[in-house]
């Protein structure tokens, strides 16, 4: 009995010495602080960019207009070269000779009609004397008319040949910067054929070619209906270029062409920026894109854009909702400006968007607002 009521007392030892040495309950870990931005409407630029291709304003082939060997290039190939310049030579000869053969028909010709045109005034004095017939009158008369006809096909004739002299020196139809030559001195060309001697483009200014989607066209219309978007005049929408290397292109273009079709193939309409180039620094053919200030958002929603995130089904932000509650907001972007994004939709004007501490924060968790600092984070638009 005695040694009953000792295992009792040592079992009753043991149980009170391990709840005491039991670790205490963890406790909840505190909600994450986090900061915050309150989003508020502004007025911002709607800047929509694209793709483009560099052409030159005005292109022309130089091509031969008469048959005949090169004789000589006269400009230097790659330079600049003014309307009017000469760029070749073609032999001039056998031109010359045409001139000086029409030139011969037509004083044949002109001696003809002078022959014709007396015969006539000598019938005329006949004819009223009854010396001769009416009928050998007017039978002059006629063979006057065909003789001035002759005359006149004559003068046509030496026109056409001395225009196919002056072809023999080729000159520059625009103002612009010369191609290579595609052929050398001594090389035939031909009219026929239409041989291209070199190319001519002017350079400035330029024009940059893009195109714009149909959907982002409609958008655009359907924003506009709504207040959302005010858009200037075609003529007064600026366009700023970046180049291949990420640089911005000095000098500011503008929007003079968009054409009111939409191409099947693609269904893409076509627009057109007239750019200056007064240092040549854009060449036909070049890739740039073309950054279009397409009016201006009265009220639009700029968020950092470390406050976003961009994953396959789209972009969203974290939002602190009632009772200090994390809420995941999907969201629409447009533009990117500066350090900001452009929120066209899943935001309101007074939402709380959490910039700061987004690592910790689970959607539907509490979070804890850290005080606020200075405005150097609040976005900043263009």
Request: aromatic share 4%; hydrophobic share 40%.
């Amino acid at each position: 009995m005695v040694q009953l009521q000792k295992n009792a007392s040592h079992a009753l030892f043991c149980s009170l010495i391990l709840a005491a040495c039991a670790p205490a309950p963890v406790p909840a870990p505190p909600p994450p602080e986090v900061r915050v931005l309150d989003v508020e409407p502004r007025v911002v630029s709607n800047i929509v960019e694209v793709p483009g291709r560099v052409q030159a304003i005005r292109t022309a082939e130089v091509r031969a207009r008469v048959d005949g060997i090169v004789q000589r290039r006269v400009y230097r190939e790659g330079s600049d070269v003014r309307e009017g310049q000469v760029l070749f030579r073609i032999d001039p000869r056998e031109m010359r000779a045409n001139v000086s053969a029409a030139q011969a028909t037509l004083a044949r010709a002109e001696a003809t009609v002078a022959n014709a045109a007396q015969d006539v005034e000598r019938y005329k004095g006949l004819v009223q004397e009854q010396a001769i017939s009416e009928q050998e009158y007017d039978a002059a008369v006629a063979r006057l008319r065909t003789a001035q006809a002759d005359v006149a096909q004559a003068r046509a004739q030496l026109e056409s040949a001395r225009l196919n002299l002056s072809y023999t020196t080729v000159n520059a139809p625009i103002a612009g910067r010369a191609g290579r030559a595609q052929v050398t001195e001594g090389a035939l060309v031909s009219a026929a054929a239409a041989t291209l001697l070199t190319t001519i483009e002017q350079l400035d200014p330029i024009y940059v070619n893009f195109s714009q989607s149909s959907a982002d066209l409609l958008r655009i219309r359907r924003e506009i209906t709504q207040g959302r978007l005010k858009l200037p005049e075609l003529q007064r929408v600026s366009v700023r270029l970046i180049l291949e290397d990420g640089s911005t292109y000095p000098h500011e273009g503008h929007i003079d062409f968009l054409d009111l079709s939409i191409d099947p193939a693609t269904g893409t309409a076509a627009l057109r920026a007239e750019i200056p180039n007064p240092e040549r620094g854009l060449l036909p053919g070049q890739f740039v894109r073309a950054r279009i200030e397409a009016g201006v958002r009265p009220g639009a929603l700029l968020v950092p854009q470390r406050a976003v995130k961009l994953g396959q089904q789209g972009a969203n932000v974290m939002v602190v909702g009632p009772d200090q509650i994390a809420v995941s907001r999907d969201v629409k972007l447009g533009d990117l400006q500066a350090d900001s994004w452009v929120v066209l939709e899943g935001l309101h004007a007074g939402d709380r968007v959490i910039v700061d501490g987004l690592q910790k924060v689970q959607p539907d968790q509490p979070v804890r607002i850290a005080a606020p600092e200075q405005a150097e984070d609040r976005p900043r638009g263009q």
